[in-house]
């Protein structure tokens, strides 16, 4: 991902390929948020007008670029999990310790597969958090842009979500379950904050 073009990319996710797919596009929906905190932070930094805000965005210019990194590599794990899982279920199934050995193959691929959206779960939490630090002291020329950050970070979540769950299902564990089930719920938490941002900078804007 970090050296195909976006064009590229967005042909594979068309394809009939079964990777790239939604885990993916959250990964990468994650770090379009993150570069754009990024960005508001770029261009309120040095401001003499945005002086006293100038280390909370310097701060969050460093943790903004740093989960846009760990986003797009996940969009990459999101990938190779979901094909860990593909080879699992064609493994051989002949005998019964073929079948057994499937079977865990398989279990602990749904378990890798969700994990991955769920740290991008957690990376679109914390993109939405920064959004919300960085919104009372970023550059009003770019205000817009902190809405659209907690926007692009809160469709990652909610999507991340959606992988999440569709593995849950045929995750037998019922401890392994529970561990990603309420760790999730954490991380949805957030999206309460993103509508909040948004909202406050309609507001701001419209006055």
Not at 34 to 39: E, G, R
Not at 43 to 70: D, Q
Not at 144 to 152: E, P, Q, T
Request: proline share 3%; net charge negative; aromatic share 2%.
């Amino acid at each position: 991902m970090r050296k195909t073009t976006i064009e590229d990319w967005l042909t594979d996710l068309a394809s009939e390929l079964p990777a790239p797919g939604g885990g993916a596009a959250a990964g990468v929906n994650a770090a379009m948020g993150a570069a754009l905190v990024s960005m508001v932070c770029n261009l309120t930094i040095g401001k003499p007008k945005f002086a006293e805000h100038e280390t909370v965005m310097r701060e969050a210019l460093a943790e903004a670029e740093r989960l846009r990194l760990e986003a797009l590599q996940l969009a990459e794990d999101d990938a190779e999990a979901f094909s860990g899982v593909v080879a699992a279920y064609k493994l051989p199934k002949s005998s019964d310790e073929e079948k057994a050995a499937r079977t865990a193959a398989i279990q602990a691929g749904l378990v890798e597969a969700a994990a991955v959206p769920l740290a991008v779960a957690k990376v679109a939490a914390q993109v939405i958090r920064l959004s919300g630090r960085v919104l009372e002291g970023s550059n009003p020329n770019v205000l817009s842009d902190v809405a659209v950050a907690a926007s692009a970070a809160k469709s990652a979540l909610e999507s991340a979500a959606l992988n999440v769950d569709i593995n849950l299902v045929s995750i037998k564990d019922p401890a392994e379950r529970e561990r990603l089930a309420s760790s999730l719920n954490e991380a949805l938490q957030s999206k309460v904050q993103a509508e909040a941002i948004m909202q406050a900078v309609a507001k701001r804007i419209r006055a």
